[in-house]
T-cell receptor, first 113, second 114 residues
Framework: KNQVEQSPQSLIILEGKNCTLQCNYTVSPFSNLRWYKQDTGRGPVSLTIMTFSENTKSNGRYTATLDADTKQSSLHITASQLSDSASYICVVNSGGGADGLTFGKGTHLIIQP | DTGVSQNPRHKITKRGQNVTFRCDPISEHNRLYWYRQTLGQGPEFLTYFQNEAQLEKSRLLSDRFSAERPKGSFSTLEIQRTEQGDSAMYLC????????????FGPGTRLLVL
C-alpha cells in the first residue's frame, strides 16, 4: 500500500531559527513529490514540486530535497518567520489519476516570537 | 481573483439534513477534485472530474454523497442525511492536466454536523 509518513507530527521553534521537516514514502511508481503549506482554516498552497531527477529545489526561504533511492524528502525552512506557522503536507504522485496522489498527515509547525 | 473559490466557507447543520457545497475552479482548468480533511490529517481523496465526466470515486464516497460538474466548470458536492462523522473540511482543487498536474486548492468549506 502506498504510504507517506511525515515527521515530526508537530514542532515548535523560535522565530528566526531554522528547521527541517521529513517525509518518507513507499509510493511506487514515483512521478513527483510536492510540499504544500496549509494555513489554519485554508486550503493547501503548493511550495515546491520535485521529479525523480531533481535533488534540491528552493522557493525563497524554503528548500526541499529529494533522495529517490531512499525515498526520503525534507523541507528546510531558513530564518523562520511568524507567518511560517502552518501545517506542511508532503504529497507523492505515482501518476495515473487522482488516486495516484498519496497525502501525508502533515507536520504542524508553530513559530513562537 | 482567479483562484479556486468555494461556498459557503462554513456550514452548520443538524444531523439528517442535506447540504450542498459549491466549487468554482480556475477557469481554464479541466480537472476538478474534491477532498475531505479532518483535524490533524491530510486531505483524503473523494472524487474527481475531467471536464464534466466524473472519472474516479473513492470508496470513502458513500451513497449519501453525490458530486456533479454539469457543464465542466463549477462543481457541487451534496451530502444527504448528514451524520456527525461528516463533520470535516471539504476541499476543492483544480488542475490543468499536464505532466506535473499541480493542484490549486480552494479555501475549503468547513462543515459541522450537530
Amino acid at each position: 500500500k502506498n504510504q507517506v509518513e511525515q515527521s515530526p507530527q508537530s514542532l515548535i521553534i523560535l522565530e528566526g531559527k531554522n528547521c527541517t521537516l521529513q517525509c518518507n514514502y513507499t509510493v511506487s511508481p514515483f512521478s513527483n513529490l510536492r510540499w504544500y503549506k496549509q494555513d489554519t482554516g485554508r486550503g493547501p498552497v503548493s511550495l515546491t514540486i520535485m521529479t525523480f531527477s531533481e535533488n534540491t529545489k528552493s522557493n525563497g526561504r524554503y528548500t526541499a530535497t529529494l533522495d529517490a533511492d531512499t525515498k526520503q524528502s525534507s523541507l528546510h525552512i531558513t530564518a523562520s518567520q511568524l507567518s511560517d506557522s502552518a501545517s506542511y503536507i508532503c504529497v507523492v504522485n505515482s501518476g495515473g489519476g487522482a488516486d495516484g496522489l498519496t497525502f501525508g498527515k502533515g507536520t504542524h509547525l508553530i513559530i513562537q516570537p | 481573483d482567479t483562484g479556486v473559490s468555494q461556498n459557503p466557507r462554513h456550514k452548520i447543520t443538524k444531523r439528517g439534513q442535506n447540504v450542498t457545497f459549491r466549487c468554482d475552479p480556475i477557469s481554464e482548468h479541466n480537472r476538478l477534485y474534491w477532498y475531505r480533511q479532518t483535524l490533524g490529517q491530510g486531505p483524503e481523496f473523494l472524487t474527481y472530474f475531467q471536464n464534466e465526466a466524473q472519472l474516479e470515486k473513492s470508496r470513502l464516497l458513500s451513497d449519501r454523497f453525490s458530486a456533479e460538474r454539469p457543464k465542466g466548470s463549477f462543481s457541487t458536492l451534496e451530502i444527504q442525511r448528514t451524520e456527525q462523522g461528516d463533520s470535516a473540511m471539504y476541499l476543492c482543487a483544480s488542475s490543468l492536466w499536464d505532466s506535473q498536474e499541480t493542484q490549486y486548492f480552494g479555501p475549503g468549506t468547513r462543515l459541522l454536523v450537530l
